[in-house]
């Protein structure tokens, strides 16, 4: 079907601004008044606090105000952004005596200066007991291990959770050849360009203000009023143009300190991490030990899966057991016997929170590279052998509740194969590859996410204010976090409409005046805000019949909208009419009709994107040096709303997926129990010279429950691509590879990207 707006691409509506440096990031705001505030961090993984010595630090100039455990509410949280949850445990403290891992809060300080802070802080004198840290899921879990949270679990092993179908037992019986393998992946950062930041002004009139880097503004509202014992109309979180998300602004971060210092000194407080502190005390990507045992027939059917995965959640749970759900069910094979038992683990570790795929990664690696390894030993290609046991339109994915509407994947096959076709073709056109040490091949990984939270818990609202003069204001509380959702989420409401992108103003994810959203995570704004926006459109286009047909006096089933007009039959032939010139007769036109559409969505189902990703690697076999050459990704999300902002997406999930496959991870020194990787000189994340040359291929597909057949492709993008690289290196190399990163563990003699 052809679209007036959708399916176009067309430039982000903030590029302008961000463009000529206009655009205000939360650390560009400054209010009347306003302070800065700083936290201290502990230094330890595992430590209780004996006393804190203030006495110096009050006394340097510019210090108005030093917060200590005892200054603040004593209540346990959950600083996820998640909707409530029985799977969310509240173990964390606003500010602790007893610091779980290095980074904890221990004080906070506000001052006139950022300086005064840093001094401040200095001179805090705290006396430690240094406790023995345990960093490692393996020695957690262990029965003489002593828990981190004994009020909440008397063990480390702090969630199991369970997803099935069929009888394992029966699957494997049913099996030819059984197969096991264990496979690692690591922590890593989100290392967005902005820090978390926020500036928190709680007013004369007992109301509190918060400008802040947040993917989960309704969900920090909710929070925060339960801590501060406020209610939550009483709370305006704003957020402001973002530098991007990945997950770790989907929960709180400074901003009930932010809070409590500004109601103590009556000032604005500002509070913006610093890169180390980024990089140690912000939650990070859970590292996962994953165990499988696959049964497969001799004709090379999946007949049995059974995975058992500890995922290190860090020393507060924040979202783990969510994160290990969502991984339990992010399978994209007909598996007819499947069983997932997922660990969620405390350690000692920074916590681990939200990151791009949101648990999809860590299983994906391990199930494609060993699918890959069980083909070959079956004598089969790959590539055939997976798509053998590919789901289908009509097949549900394992412990899903409802079969798929949509899939594309063979699409997303045969034009991701016809782009590695043609590299081929032209690399030996240009020469082949004469140096004997250098060995190059192909490896390809299949995935698919999900559209909105797997939980079923993504719900959007929108509301649709149509002026006289035919323009649009847009009210929506999704969240734009660099991705372009606003343009996206105009595009379809333009479309609805039949208006110009141009024509239509948005106000987002300010709580006091736009409507509810769960937050912008899980992959959920084309489909589940988009939905929302596609029905309150829908709304407003009936109000608009209904206002037409009073003024033209005839009934509503001789009034309709088509292609982008108003259409009303009448006894003398046809009147079309624009959104301007309809809004015009029904407004002005004697029968006062103010016309709003309204509506909300909840994602009772989540339709999943799939992929397909290639990766062509060399290694040097002499030197160790790997050489990542081409990335292709294919995708099948649906209806492309803005095909350019999908594969822009599509290009920023490729680039994360190289880091995580081949150096980004999380280090701590074993002797000093200290965070290594604190900042980005110690901490690799792949550069532009780093990066192969990348071809994006977007199926044209459709999901009847999408808007205008959309389905999502944030998280998606950076899925696949650790395996396909892994197994590219392995074809390249014979050696087997079983844990990520790819560094000089595996190549002895030396390693370069």
């Known amino acids: 079907m052809t679209y007036r707006v959708v399916g176009k691409s067309h430039p982000r509506l903030e590029s302008i601004k961000k463009s000529l440096g206009q655009a205000k990031y939360t650390d560009d705001y400054v209010l009347p008044n306003m302070v800065h505030g700083m936290i201290l961090r ?32 004593n209540k346990l949280f959950n600083c996820s952004g998640n909707p409530p949850s029985p799977l969310l445990f509240e173990d964390e403290r606003i500010l602790t005596d007893h610091p779980l891992y290095m980074g904890d809060r221990i004080a906070a300080v506000a001052a006139v200066t950022k300086e005064a802070c840093k001094e401040a802080l200095d001179k805090l004198i705290v006396e430690y ?60 950062q989100n290392v967005s360009m902005e ?3 926020c500036i928190c002004d709680y007013t004369i009139e007992n109301k509190l203000n918060i400008i802040s880097t947040s993917q989960t503004p309704f969900q920090e509202r909710r929070i925060l009023a339960k801590l501060l014992d406020m209610k939550e109309n009483d709370i305006r979180i704003i957020k402001p143009i973002m530098g991007g998300g990945f997950g770790e602004r989907q929960q709180l971060h400074n901003q009930h300190i932010g809070a409590i210092l500004s109601k103590s000194i009556g000032r604005p407080v500002k509070i913006i991490n610093t890169r180390e502190e980024q990089m140690y005390a912000s939650v990070v ?94 004598d089969m290609d790959p590539i055939e052998f997976k798509m053998k046991n590919h789901v289908k339109v009509g ?26 076709k043609r590299i081929d073709e032209e690399e030996l056109k240009n020469g082949v590859q004469d140096d004997p040490n250098i060995k190059e091949a192909w490896g390809v990984a299949f995935c698919c996410h999900t559209s909105g939270p797997s939980s079923k818990e993504g719900m959007s609202s929108s509301v649709i204010l149509i002026n006289d003069d035919g323009t649009v204001n847009l009210l929506i509380g999704s969240a734009d976090i660099g991705q372009g959702s606003e343009t996206v989420l105009s595009q379809i409401a333009a479309e609805g409409l039949g208006i110009d992108l141009k024509d239509i103003t948005v106000t987002a994810s300010d709580t006091q005046f736009t ?20 029905l309150a459109a829908k709304d407003a286009r009936e109000k608009i019949i209904k206002g037409l047909a009073k003024f033209y006096n005839t009934q509503e089933q001789y009034v309709a909208f088509e292609d982008g007009s108003f259409i009303i039959k009448l006894s ?36 999943p994107p799939f992929a397909v990703c290639w990766a062509k690697a060399a290694v040097d076999i002499k030197t160790g040096s790997i050489h990542l050459k081409h990335i292709i990704e294919a995708v099948d999300v649906g209806k492309a709303i803005n095909p350019e902002l999908v594969e822009g997406q599509v290009q920023g999930g490729i680039s994360m997926g190289v880091g995580y496959a081949m150096m980004e991870q999380i280090q701590i020194d074993k002797k000093t129990k200290k965070v290594l990787s604190s900042d980005l000189l110690h901490y690799g994340v792949p550069l532009a010279l780093d990066m192969p040359e990348i071809h994006v291929y977007i199926a044209d597909g459709h999901e009847p429950t999408g808007p205008f057949g959309a389905k999502s492709v944030g998280e998606l993008s950076t899925v696949p691509v650790a395996a396909a690289i892994a197994i590219a290196i392995s074809n390249a190399t014979g050696e087997e590879i079983n844990r990520i990163p790819i560094t000089h563990s595996y190549y002895p003699k030396g390693f370069n990207i």
Do not use: W
Not at 313 to 338: D, E, F, L, M, W
Not at 395 to 413: G, I, R
């Open 129 to 188: 007991e240094e406790l023995n840290p345990i960093f490692d899921v393996r020695e957690a879990i262990k029965e003489d291990a002593e828990p981190l949270h004994p009020e909440i679990c008397g063990s480390n092993m702090i969630k199991k959770i369970e997803a099935s179908q069929g009888d394992i037992n029966k699957g494997f019986e049913e099996s030819d050849f059984i197969f096991e393998d264990v496979f690692y992946t690591p922590t890593i």
């Open 395 to 420: 097949d549900k994915l394992p412990a899903a509740t409802s079969p798929l509407l949509s899939c594309a994947t063979e699409e997303c096959l045969k034009g991701g194969e016809q782009i590695r």
């Open 42 to 73: 502990s230094p330890y993984a595992h430590a209780k606090v004996k006393n804190i010595d203030k006495s110096y630090a009050e006394k340097v100039p510019g210090v108005l105000k030093i917060l200590l455990p005892q200054d603040v509410p």
């Open 515 to 534: 409507p509810y959203d769960t937050g912008t995570f899980a992959s959920s704004q084309t489909y589940v805000a988009g939905n929302a926006i596609f």
């Open 285 to 378: 990507r859970h590292s996962a030990e994953i165990q499988l045992k696959i049964g497969v027939t001799k004709d090379g059917y999946i007949k049995a899966f059974k995975a058992k995965a500890y995922y290190n959640t860090g020393a507060y749970t924040t979202h783990g057991p969510t994160v290990v759900a969502a991984s339990s069910r992010k399978t994209n094979y007909n598996i007819p016997h499947y069983l997932f038992e997922g660990y969620c683990v405390l350690t000692n570790s920074t916590p681990s929170g939200a990151v791009r795929g949101y648990g999809n990664p860590q299983m994906t690696f391990a199930r494609e590279v060993m699918l890959d390894r069980i083909a070959k030993k079956l």
């Open 572 to 607: 003398n032939g046809c009147t079309k009419l624009t959104l301007k010139e309809a809004i015009s007769k029904i407004t002005f036109g004697g029968k006062g009709v103010i016309i709003t559409g309204s509506s909300s969505y909840k994602a009772e189902e989540a339709p």
């Open 195 to 197: 820090p978390n930041g």
